[in-house]
Antibody, heavy 121, light 110 residues
């Protein structure tokens, strides 16, 4: 059974940092491109970032997070990460990790249940 | 404002057929596959259609996707109360080098 389990969410002050993790199981994580998608309260889904699989370390970012967020992966631990810096209230959202298959342009076929990030003083 | 345009709401009565539209441009819908997701807030989104008009196993054939030029649609026939949810189109955008979602359409079953 495929599982994606996000962790690391919580309350952080504006300007602060947080690192999200997504532990994967039930599929060949190292060969899978992965993404982070978020949903702010009362808003729609927004793609945040993606990273290639199959030893392709290419990374992609939405303009809204470019320069502040960094996506990475540790294939030895089957874990995806999202380092979030310079956080603002606009980053408050539920963050989902999702699998994209062989390529980052592949559709989101696996999803986690999400972790809530709240940016507030 | 989303790169992909969806009406914020749609409604229908049980048994009816409703269509949700998604409008984009040549850099996204015009040149790539469209995907549709059903989402109940707080849960993982569910893939309804992929590669414009394909349906994953387990998705009822009441759900069908289509694409023409720079627009796409999701049709739901035989509307049921459990179809009341948010629906999103998603496409890779070549100009942005990233994924774009429509703003979402909240479907209400009257």
């Amino acid at each position: 059974e495929v599982q994606l389990l996000e962790s690391g969410g919580g309350l952080v002050q504006p300007g602060g940092s947080l690192r999200l993790s997504c532990a994967a199981s039930g599929f060949s994580f190292s060969s899978y491109a992965m993404s982070w998608v978020r949903q702010a309260p009362g808003k729609g889904l927004e793609w945040v970032s993606a990273i290639g699989g199959h030893d392709d370390g290419s990374t992609y970012y939405a303009d809204s997070v470019k320069g502040r967020f960094t996506i990475s992966r540790d294939n030895s631990k089957d874990t995806l990460y999202l380092q979030m810096n310079s956080l603002s209230a606009e980053d408050t959202a539920v963050y989902y990790c999702a699998g994209n298959g062989d390529f980052v342009q592949g559709y989101f076929d696996y999803w986690g249940q999400g972790t809530l990030v709240t940016v507030s003083s | 404002q989303s790169v992909l345009t969806q009406a914020p709401s749609a409604s229908g009565t049980p048994g009816q057929r409703v269509t949700i539209s998604c409008s984009g441009s040549s850099s996204n819908i015009g040149n790539n596959y469209v995907y549709w997701y059903q989402h109940f807030p707080g849960t993982a989104p569910k893939l309804l259609t992929y590669r414009n008009d394909q349906r994953p196993s387990g998705v009822p054939d009441r759900f069908s996707g289509s694409k023409s030029g720079t627009s796409a649609s999701l049709a739901i026939s035989g509307l049921r109360s459990e179809d009341e949810a948010d629906y999103y189109c998603a496409v890779w955008d070549d100009s942005l080098s990233g994924w774009v979602f429509g703003g979402g359409t909240r479907l209400t079953v009257l």
